[in-house]
């Protein structure tokens, strides 16, 4: 209590001004935010000695002395992503870095395991972790094993103690492809005095477009800090040749049948447009369908959903067990979705027929591959719109128009005509990955440098 008065004292005795009760409320709710997540960390460390779980023991900060080893000399760069998605958009980012400092060690951390495991597979970082806990003893636990020169947040992972310890610690922190959606913006409003000082602890933020500035500016950061870098997710690469091949042979497609995927689909989603598929399937035998949950763990469900309507199908995970008959499959694997659209003749892209918002509608664009999208595109509203001005896209206001564009699309040189406008539209917006490393360089710890 004398430390809260003493500030108390200190904030109204030097200046009565807003902007100093303003400083009040955010190290007030520091403060509060701090006590209850240090509060729980005995919990948390008991729940860790009883689970055994080595995931659970690099969410406490506890990592193995090899791996503590390696990291113990050279030049660290602490880079975290949330998910599977926030991964895949930060692939032609590290790729870049790597060519750009290739004397520097990357260290990825993230969220959730799925995404932990697609770091893995795709190799972008020299070590991938799950991320510390937002609690002061797994923090200071991490930052010490991992001895960052630089850190780096993607898109909107910003824990309030994450962020301040890296700011106190004196460290270049940057927030790279940076982004507040329109639904999750009004919460951070409400809780700006908690996140303001937090924000503030960025040396820059590299954001995907203006609404993004103006977001982060009416949270309290400083517009000097905020610079519009676009969206990395329109620089992934296309997926290898090779590694399409293998999928076309998995998949078991020959050169007469056409794939249609259903990629990203949310919860919801499915009930909307699986009963769609026996009318694809109906355009000609040789029309089979991918169905991408966007969630893996739905993968069952959907196959169930499936076969009640009477259509059968087989997982992607059993087909490494030999060929299938079934004409849809439904993926249960990492890193496989661009493969499909690669392989489509058409793709309908989810989140937009249920209000999410959207994913990524230029993922089939980048392989030459018809885009279509339901009406709820605000995550993705400018590459929807791109992609629909340029032919390559096409938006439908419910599932029962998908068979209908889907059957339009079956016509191959149509399909190649519009995947080649498709495919301009996103190598127009493209470049943001090359901007955004030179950026992170311009604030480049000197000592390292």
Known sequence: MKVFFSALSNILLNNEETLDLQRFGSWAATTVYRALLNGLYPVCRAAGFLLHS??????LG????????????GYNVWLHAASAGEVNAIDPFCRA????????????????KTGKKLALEKGLADAVFLAPLDMGRPLKRAFEAFRPVMVLVAETEFWPLWLLRAGHNGIPLLLVNGRISDKSFPSYRRLRPLFSSALNCFTACL??????????????????RIVVAGQMKYDLPVPEPSRVEKFKETLGLGEGDALFTLGSLREGEEDLLL??????????????????????KNAEV???????????????????????????????TVGELSLAYALSRAAFVGGTLVPVGGHNVMEPALCSVPVCFGPHTRNVAEAAEALSAAGGGFGIEGPGQLPTVFRKLLEPGFSREAGGKAFRAVASMRGATERTVRLVLDHWPMAEA
Do not use: C, N, W
């Open 97 to 112: 870095l790597r060519k750009a400092k290739p004397e520097v060690r990357i260290v990825l951390t993230t969220t959730s």
């Open 207 to 224: 954001v995907q477009t203006r609404g993004d500035l103006e977001k982060l500016s009416a949270l309290g950061v400083s517009e000097k």
């Open 275 to 296: 009963p769609q598929v026996p009318e694809m399937l109906a355009f000609s035998p040789g029309v089979k369908v991918l169905v991408a949950p966007r969630h893996l």
């Open 62 to 73: 506890f990592y193995k002395p090899g791996d503590r080893g390696r990291l113990a000399v």
């Open 54 to 59: 080595p995931d659970f023991s690099e969410r």
């Open 302 to 332: 959907f196959r169930e959903k499936l076969l009640k309507m009477g259509v059968a199908s087989v997982l992607r995970s059993a087909l490494e067990k030999g060929g299938a008959e079934e004409r849809v499959v439904v993926l249960d």
